[in-house]
C-alpha cells in the first residue's frame, strides 16, 4: 500500500536504473528525484528535471538528502539542503576558471600553475565533504583547510575577502556593520597565518583549532583547551636478536632535558611486530592533557627499544648459549622531533606517519642515548645493524574534539599521562601521584674480579612491611606490584634514568614507603638473582608534608637475606643524609642492616596531588583542628606566601584552603571569630592572586566551587560588613596593599555573599531579606563614597581597582536589589567627578562601563538606557579629548552590537518609533563621533578602522525619527542653524572621504558595500534638512556650499569603486544600489527646481558633474540628460545663454572620459537624447549646434582615452592630443582645457626625447601671449605670474629645448625678441647680457656644431582598421636620430601590431583601402628647402640645416624605363617619376609628422636625370677640394675614393655612357626641344666637372702619401684615357672651359666639414701604424699656403707642380674592358704636370683583398660591366647603404631619387656648392646593376679600410651617423 510521506522528501541517484518495469522511472546517477510515497522498499515521485514525469523506483537506488521545504500540500517543493561551502566552492571556481584562462592568455606561468593545483585540491575536497564518509573531525579539519584554499586562490587572484566564523561564511545581512568589521579583520589575520606570517603565540592561552585567530584586544580570550597527541605504532622495522622486546615511548621536552609525559609500552614478539586490524589501537596511546604551551615547547617523541632475554654466551653478546635469569637489556633508541607537526599552518587532525631510526651505544651511555641524538653527538653511536633496519613507523594526529577522544579511548587506546598537572585543576579533580625516577646507583666491586650485573627491583610498602598491590606503573595502563630495571652487563655504577608513577592510596599514604632491592644476576645460573642489598625513601616527612621534588642520595644497607626484610625493621635506620632525626643504633638494628659508605642510590620524584602538599604552611591550614591555638599564626604565614611554586600550590588546593578559610570565618550561628579579620585578608589575596595573568586559567575553578561546593549561609554578613570597614579605612589607611586586593576582589567577595544569602534563604525560607539588603546598600554607600572621593595619589590605585571590579560587583548587585536600583547605584560610582582624573582611571571607568552594559544591566531595558546615558557622556568626554581613541573605538564598538542584537528581527520594523537607547547614543556621539573621524582621516592612525566601522555602525540603527531628533537637537531654533550647518558640513566631508579614500582594504568588498548601503539610507535622510531648513530664493536662507557638499557626496557615492558591477563579478545586488543612489539624486534635484529654479542656477558646476554620472546609470540617462536640458533652459531663460552649463558640461566631459566612465556607445546614445531634448526647446538651432560640438569632443576624447599606455603607443596619444587641443582653441575656445592638453603633448615630447617637438609645443602657447599684458592668466604651472612674465619663462625653456634639440636658427628669433625686452621695456642690462651671451653660443654651435640630418619618409595608411585620424591618409614622418627606413618600419609596426607592411611603392587599389584590415605603406622622400636664393657668403652648416628643415614639400623619385630600351646603356630609357608632396604643417614642428594635404606627379626626361646626376657629382667633387683645401691633414681616402668613383664611374652612368647615350647626333635629331635644352646643359657640364675633376687630381696628387702614390698614378692614367676617349666636341668644349676656368674663382673654402669629422672621429679603428692612421702632412711639414686656384687648376707649364723626374717610371699597362666597343690604347704617354715622387716601396694594405704585383706598380683599377646582361623586367637589387658600420637593405619596393632638385639658371651650378642629398642617381643604377664581374687576369682595386667603406662614392652617400651630402 503506497503511504504519503509526511513531508516531501528529496534523494539522489547513487546507481543507474532503467525502470523497466510498470510505471517505472528512468534515473541516472545525480538526478535528483523528489519522494512523494512509499511502499516498502519501493519509492514514488518525479525527477526535478521533468516535475510532470512520475514513476516508481527502488529505494536502493537512491540516498536520502536533507532538505528544506518550500510551500504545503501538493505544490510543495523540496529543494537541497546542501553544505553552504560545497555551494560556495562550486560558485567560486566558476569564477576562477574565467580568470585562470586569463593567467594563460597573459603567461602567468607560476600563478597559472598554482591556481590550477589549488583548484584540483578544492574539487577534491568537495567531493570528499558531498560523500559524507568522514569523522567529524576529518570533516572540521577539512572544512579549515578548504576555506584556507579559498582565499589564497581570492587573494592570488584579486577578488574579494569572504567574512568568516571559523569555516562558515558570514551573512552581512544579519550582522552588524562593527560584528562585520571585526569578522574582516579576523578573516584577513587568519589568511595571513595561512601564509605564515602569522607566529604562533607562546602562551598557554593561544588556540590553533579554534580556527579563528586573533590577537585583537577586544575579543575576548577563548576557553583553555587541553590537546591530546595520538600516537600509534605502525610498524617495528628492526630485530632484537631472537629475544621478545618491549618499546618505550614518551614525549621528551628537549630544551629542559627531562620527559613531559609518562612512558608508554608496545610488546614486540620474537618473531617480529604485528599489528593486525583487530589490534589496531592496541598498539596506541593518547598523551593526554598537552597545553597550548606545552605544544609550543621544543619536544621530541622518544623511544626505548629494550631487549628481554637471557645473555647468550660468556660475553654478553654472542651466539652461544643463553645463560642466566631473563634479563631487561638496552638495545637501542630512537627520537623523532614533533616541532614541526604541532606548529604547521594546517590543523594536525589529519594522521600523518613518520619515520625514525633507531640506534645503539654503550650500555653505560644508554639512559642519555636519547639526549645525544637529540643534541646530534653521534660520535658514540649508530645505527642499530641487522635486517631490517628501515626503523620505526608511527602515526600522528592530534585531537581537541571529546568526541574524537572519547572514541579513540573507547576503541582501546591506552591514556599515557602528563608528568604534571594541566592548565586548569577543577575542584572535582582528584589526583594522586607521586613520580619517582631510578637515576643511577654506586656499588663496591666486593673482592670480586668481576662487576656485578645488578637488577633493581621497585616496590612499595606500609610502615609493617606489607607490600602494597598494584601501585607502581612502569608505563601508562601496565600497573604492578614491582617494578623491575634495566641490567646492565658487569657495571658496577649502574645509570639506569628509568620512570616509574607510585599511585598509593590517600589512607595508607602517609605511612607508606618505596623500598629497593639490589640483586646481581648470575650469568651462570639461568634462575639465581642473588639479593646483596637495598635502599628505602619515605614518603611522608615527619613534618607532615610529602616527600619533597628532586633528587634524594639515598643510603645503600647490605642484606642478603629477603626475609630479614618483611618486618620492615629498617625504617628505624636513616634512609638518607638529610633524615636526622632518626637514630642508626636503635634497638641493636644496626647489627642486622649494615650501611656501605661508598655504595648509594640516586632517585628523584615528583609530586602531582590534588590531595597531598609539599608545603607545611598550607599543610597547617588545612590540618586547623589539630593545633587550633596555632590557627591565627598559621594565617599570617599562609598571607605571606608569595612565591610561584606556593602560589600554585595553594591554588592546587583551592577548594580545601576555602572550606578551612570559611570555617574559620564565622562559628556556627553566624557570628564572628577572632580571626575573622585576618581569614578576610587570607581570602581576598587568594581571590586576587586569581586575577593574575599566570593564574587566568584557574579562575573557572572558583566559579566552580562558588556554584557547586561553597557551603557557608552564614558568611555573607561578615562578607559585607568587612567589604564596608575596607572602603571606610581606605581614605586614611597608609597601608593601602591588602585594600587594593579587597577592591580587585570584590567582584568575587559580592559572589561569594550573595551565594550565602540564597543558601541561606533557601534554609530559612527568606528570613532577614530586609537586614541583608541593608548590608548590601550600606557597604555599596561605603564603595560610593569612595569612588567620589577628591583624587589624592595614595587613592589613585584604590579607586582603578575600584573601577576594574564593579562590572562583576554590578551584576552580583542586580541579582541582590534588582537591576534598577543596581543601574541607578553604577551611574552614581560611574558619575564620580572627572576633574583632575589621572589617566589610568579614566580608562578603568570606560572599561567599566563596557563591561556593565555586556552583563545583566545591559539586557534589561530601564537599568540599560541609564547606565548608557552615562557611559556615553564619558565615551563623549574622551572624543573630544582625543584621548584613548583605541578604548572609545572598542567601546562604541561593542555599544553598536548591544543595541543591534536587542532588536527582535521577527518583530515588525516601525521607522517612526524611537528608540531610546539609539537616542541617547546618537545624540551623545554622533556630531563628535564626525569630527573626530574628520580629524583621522587623514592620517595613518591605527583606530581610523575601527572608529570609522563605529561611527557607520551608528548611523546604521539610526531611523528617520533619530534624524528628526538629531536635526531638533542641533538647531532648536529656526534662525540659530550654524551647529547643523557645520554638522552637516563635516558629515558630508567625512562621508565622501570615506567612498573615495577606500578607509578599509581593497578586497573587504563585503564591509564596502555594506558601508555604501548606510550611507545611502543616510543620503535619503540628509536630505531633509537641506530642504527644509536650507532652501529658499533669498542668499541667507539657501547655502550653496552646503548644497554642493550634499551633491558631492552624492556623486561620490554613485560612483563608488564598491557599487561598480563592471569591476567586481559577484553580488548583482550592488548595480541596484548604485542606481538607487543615482535616482534619488535626480530626485533631490528635481524637487530643488520645483522648490526654487533660482537655487539650481547657483549650482550649475556640482550639478552638471552629478547629471553627467547620473548619466552612467543605463536606467537612468534618458531623465538625467532631460535635467541637463532643463537646466540649460533654465539659464537661458533667466541670462539669455547657457554659457555656464555649457561650459561645466565641457569640463566634466573631459574629466569623465579620462576616468573610464564612458564608451562609444554612450556616445550615440548621449548624442540621440541630447537632441531629441533639445528639438523640443525653442532654442534648437542653438542647442543642436552645441550637441554636435560636444559630440564631436567626445568622438576626440574617446579616440585619446583608446590609445594603450606604453612608450610603443606615444605617437598615437600625440596625435589623438593634438586632435583635442585644436579643438579646444578653434571650436569652443576653451583656453585652459587648450593649455592642459598643450602640457599634455608637451610631457608626451619630453618622455620621447623629442624636444624641438617640445619646444615647438610650448610655443603655441608662448606666441598667444603678449608682452604688454599684465593680467593673471590660467596657466597651472605658472598660476600667479603675469602675462609677460609667462612668456618670457616659456620662451627660456623653449630656448633649452631647442639647445637640446640641436636646432638653434630657431631660437635666434626668440633671443631677438628677449633682448628687445630687456633693453627697451625692462632695461635689465645683466640679463640683456646674458641673453646676448647665448645668442652668440647659438650662432658660434650653428658653425661649429655637429648636426645629424634626418630622414624622412612618406607614410600611408589603408584601410578600415586603422584610426580614423590616419585612415586613407598620407603623412611624411621625421626619423629620429640614426634612424633609418629599416627602423623606423621596426618602430611603426610596433605601434600597429596587426598592421600588414605593403612591400611596393604603388598606389593601392581599392580593394585594399576597402579591407578591414590596417595596411601601411613607408618610403623614402627627399625635402625641398623653401629657400633656394643664399648670399655668396652664406655658411655651408645654415644652408645644410635649411635643407632639411622648416620644410614642408618632399619628393619621391620612382624610376621607370620606357621604349626602346637599349641592354647596351639603360640610360637612354631611364625615366624618373617625380611626385611632389606638401604638408600641412612645416616640419618639424609641434609633431615629428605631418599630414600630406597635396600631391603632384611629374615625368623627368632621361637628358634631364642626367643633368642633375652630374651636378650632384660636381657639387660633391667641389665640396671636398674646398674641404681639404682648407684642411689638408684630414684623411686622404674619401677624397681617393670620390675621384675613383668619378673618373671610372661605369657602375654608376658617368660621363662615358651619357655621351654614348645624350651627346649624339642621333639623339640631337630626334630630341624634343626640352631634351635638346637639357643636352646642351649636360654637354657644359661634363666639361665643367672634367675640369673640377682635373683640380681635384692636382690636390690629390700634392695630398697623397708614399703609400697611395700607386694609386694616384692609377687615377691619372685612367683620367687621361678617358679625356682622349671623349668625342671631338667634348674635347673643343674641355678645351674651352680649360682656358675659361684659369681665372675663375672656385666657391669660398668651408670650414671643418662634419664629413671630416666622422673619418678623424674613426682613425683610432686601425693599428697604429697603419697608412690611414697616419696624418698627411705633420705639424712641422712647410706646407705650401696657396690658394685653391693656385694650386688645382691646370697649368701651362709646371713651376708649380712636383719635380719633373718624380714621375719617369711610367704606369703599368691597362687590362682591356670586357664587352667595351671602342678599342682602348692600353697605355698613354707620361703626363709631367700630374707626376709624383716614389722613392721608396709600397707596403702591402692590411685590407686588401690581394697583393700588387710589384712594389712600385699602381694597383689595379675594377673592370666595367655592362649592363646588357640586366633586364628591366626583374626586380632591381637592392641597394646597399652604411649604417652604425653595417649595411642596411632597402625594401624592394621603394625607390627613391635623393637629388637635388631646382630650376635655376646653369651659370649657378659654377658657384654654388650643394649638399648631396641621401640618395643619389649612383644608388637607382645600382639597383639596377648586375655584380661586378672581374676577369681572371684582372686584379682588384685596393679595398679601403674596414670602417670607412660608408664614406665611398659607390653607397647612398650616408655617413654612419646618418647624414648626407651633396
Known sequence: MWIPSKSPKLAVAVYNWKGDVRSGLPLEIGETTQILEENGGWFRGFSTKNRSAWGIFPACVVSIRPCTVKGSGAAAIAEIKDDPLVREIACVLREWARLWKKLYVERETYRFSAVAKVMRELLAGRRALLAGTLTQDQTRALRLKLVAKLDWGNRKLGLELVPRRGAEAVDPEDTSLVDLYRVHAESAERAAAWRGTLRRACGSGSSFNSGTLTNSSNITTPPVQSHYLMCSMRDFGHTAGGDEAELLLWLHDARRAQPLSERFRVRIARDGFSNYVDRLHANSTLFADLSSTDLSRELWLVAWVIRVGRWAGAGGSGTGERRGPVARRPLGAGVLPLADFLRQPEPQTIEKEYTFKVYQCEEKDFHQLHDMLIRKQTNKCNILPGQPNYGIVVALRLLTNTGSISEAVASGATVTAKRGFPDVIMPGDVRNDLYLTLERAEFERGGKSTAKNVLATVSVHDSTGQVINECVWGASGIGSTSYESLVLYHNNSPAWGEQLRLTVPLETFTHAHVRIEFRHCSTRDKNERKLFGFAFARLMEPSGATLRDGAHDLYVYKCDDPSKLLSASYLALPACASDTGRSPTTNGILATFQRSTKENCIISTLLCSTKLTQNEDLLALLQWRARPEKVQETLLRVLRLGDGLSCEELIKFLRDVLDALFALFSTEDGNSTPHSGTVFLVLVSICSLLDETRFQHFRPVLDVYIEEHFSAALVYKGLLSSVQHCAEWAAGAEGQEPIRKCLRSLGAVFRLAVRSRCLFARATGGQYEDSFRRDVRAALHALKALAQHPHREHLAPAQVALMTSWASVAKEVAAALGPVEAGRITAAMLDAPAANAPPALAKARLQAAQDILDGPLGQDPEARNIVLTTACHHLRVHLARRDELSQCADMLGELVTLLWKKEDPDQPVDDDELDPDVDVLCLNTLDVLVEVVLHLIGGNSPVLGSMVAGLLGVMELLKPAHYQRLWSHLAPHPHDRKPLKDFLMRAFLVFRHLIEQDVFPSDWMVLRVQSCKVLLSALQDLAKPLLERFLGDEPPQFDSQ?????????????????????????????????????????????????????????????????????????????????????????????????????????????????????????????????????????????????????????????????????????????????????????????????????????????????????????????????????????????????????????????????????????????????????????????????????????????????????????????????????????????GQDYERIGAFTQRLQSEYVSAHILMRNTPPDDSIIAADGQYIQICNVKPVTSRRNWPSGAPEQVKRFYACNDVDTFLCDRPLHKPPIDKENEFKSLWIERTTLVTENTLPGILRWSEVISRSMEEIPPVEFACETMEATERELRS????????????????????????????????????????????????????????????????????????????????????????????????????????????????????????????????????????????????????YNKPIYSLEDNLDQQSIMSSSLPVTDNRDCPDDNSMIKSAPPLPCRPKSGDPRSP????????????????????????????????????????????????????????????????????????????????????????????????????????????????????????????????????????????
Open 1520 to 1667: 671636398l677640394i674646398s674641404q681639404y683645401t682648407a684642411d689638408p691633414t684630414q684623411n686622404i681616402n674619401p677624397f681617393s675614393m670620390r675621384l675613383q668613383g668619378t673618373i671610372d664611374a661605369n657602375v654608376q652612368g658617368g660621363i662615358t655612357k651619357y655621351e654614348q647615350a645624350f651627346l649624339t647626333a642621333d639623339f640631337s635629331r630626334n630630341a624634343t626641344p626640352r631634351e635638346a635644352a637639357a643636352a646642351a646643359k649636360l654637354r657644359r657640364l661634363v666639361a665643367s666637372q672634367l675640369a673640377v675633376v682635373e683640380a681635384g687630381l692636382t690636390l690629390h696628387g700634392r695630398l697623397a702619401p708614399e703609400e697611395v702614390k700607386p694609386l694616384h698614378r692609377r687615377l691619372v692614367e685612367r683620367f687621361t684615357q678617358l679625356r682622349q676617349n671623349l668625342g671631338p666636341g667634348l674635347a673643343r668644349a674641355r678645351r674651352q672651359l680649360s682656358e675659361s676656368i684659369v681665372n675663375t674663382p672656385l666657391p669660398p673654402v668651408p670650414a671643418l666639414d662634419k664629413r671630416s669629422l666622422s673619418v678623424q672621429q674613426s682613425d683610432g679603428y686601425y693599428e697604429e701604424g697603419h697608412l
Open 1042 to 1374: 552646503l548644497w554642493s557638499g550634499y551633491l558631492e557626496l552624492g556623486v561620490a557615492l554613485v560612483t563608488a569603486s564598491a557599487l561598480q558591477a563592471e569591476r567586481w563579478a559577484r553580488g548583482p545586488e550592488r548595480a541596484s544600489m548604485r542606481a538607487a543612489a543615482a535616482l534619488h539624486l535626480l530626485a533631490v534635484w528635481t524637487r530643488l527646481g520645483a522648490l526654487s529654479g533660482a537655487a539650481q542656477l547657483q549650482l550649475i558646476g556640482p550639478a552638471v558633474g552629478a547629471l553627467l554620472e547620473v548619466t552612467l546609470v543605463p536606467e537612468l540617462r534618458r531623465a538625467a540628460l532631460g535635467a541637463l536640458v532643463a537646466l540649460m533652459a533654465a539659464e537661458r531663460a533667466a541670462t539669455g545663454s547657457a554659457r555656464r552649463t555649457e561650459a561645466a558640461l565641457v569640463d566634466k566631459l573631459d574629466s569623465l572620459v579620462a576616468d573610464n566612465k564612458a564608451d562609444d556607445h554612450y556616445r550615440r546614445l548621449f548624442d540621440t537624447v541630447l537632441m531629441e531634448r533639445v528639438s523640443t526647446e525653442g532654442w534648437r538651432e542653438a542647442g543642436a549646434a552645441f550637441v554636435g560640438c560636444v559630440t564631436r569632443l567626445l568622438e576626440r576624447l574617446l579616440d585619446y582615452r583608446a590609445v594603450m599606455q606604453g612608450a610603443e603607443h606615444r605617437d598615437k596619444r600625440m596625435a589623438a592630443t593634438v586632435n583635442l587641443l585644436n579643438f579646444y582653441k578653434n571650436e569652443i575656445d576653451r583656453k585652459e582645457m587648450y593649455l592642459r592638453y598643450v602640457y599634455k603633448l608637451h610631457d608626451l615630447h619630453i618622455a620621447s626625447d623629442n624636444w624641438v617637438e617640445a619646444g615647438c609645443t610650448l610655443l603655441l602657447y608662448a606666441e598667444s601671449l603678449s608682452w604688454d599684458s599684465d593680467q593673471v592668466g590660467v596657466d597651472p604651472e605658472h598660476p600667479e605670474a603675469v602675462e609677460w612674465k609667462r612668456k618670457e619663462a616659456l620662451y627660456n625653456q623653449v630656448l633649452q629645448y631647442f639647445d637640446r634639440g640641436k636646432c638653434w636658427e630657431k631660437g635666434l628669433p626668440l633671443l631677438r625678441e628677449l633682448a628687445t625686452l630687456y633693453e627697451v621695456k625692462l632695461c635689465d642690462y645683466a640679463r640683456l647680457a646674458h641673453c646676448l651671451r647665448m645668442h652668440a653660443t647659438f650662432l658660434d654651435s650653428v658653425l661649429q656644431q655637429l648636426r645629424l640630418e634626418p630622414e624622412y619618409f612618406r607614410v600611408g595608411f589603408y584601410g578600415k582598421g586603422c584610426p580614423l585620424f590616419v585612415r586613407n591618409k598620407l603623412f611624411v614622418y621625421r
Open 1723 to 1862: 697605355t698613354r704617354p707620361p703626363l709631367e704636370k700630374y707626376r709624383d715622387v716614389v722613392d721608396e716601396e709600397v707596403e702591402t694594405r692590411r685590407h686588401s683583398r690581394a697583393s700588387w704585383s710589384e712594389p712600385g706598380d699602381a694597383p689595379p683599377l675594377p673592370p666595367r660591366v655592362s649592363g646588357d646582361k640586366r633586364s628591366w623586367g626583374e626586380a632591381p637589387a637592392v641597394p646597399r647603404r652604411a649604417g652604425r658600420g653595417a649595411c642596411e637593405e632597402r625594401d624592394s619596393g621603394v625607390s627613391v631619387d635623393a637629388h637635388h632638385y631646382t630650376n635655376a639658371d646653369d651659370h649657378r651650378h659654377n658657384h654654388d656648392l650643394e649638399l648631396v642629398e641621401s640618395l643619389r642617381y649612383e644608388e637607382i643604377i645600382s639597383m639596377m646593376s648586375e655584380p661586378l664581374r672581374v676577369d681572371e687576369e684582372e686584379m682588384p682595386p685596393p679595398i679601403p679600410p674596414k670602417g670607412l667603406g660608408h664614406l665611398s662614392s659607390f653607397d647612398s652617400g650616408h655617413h654612419e651617423n646618418g647624414e648626407s651630402h651633396c
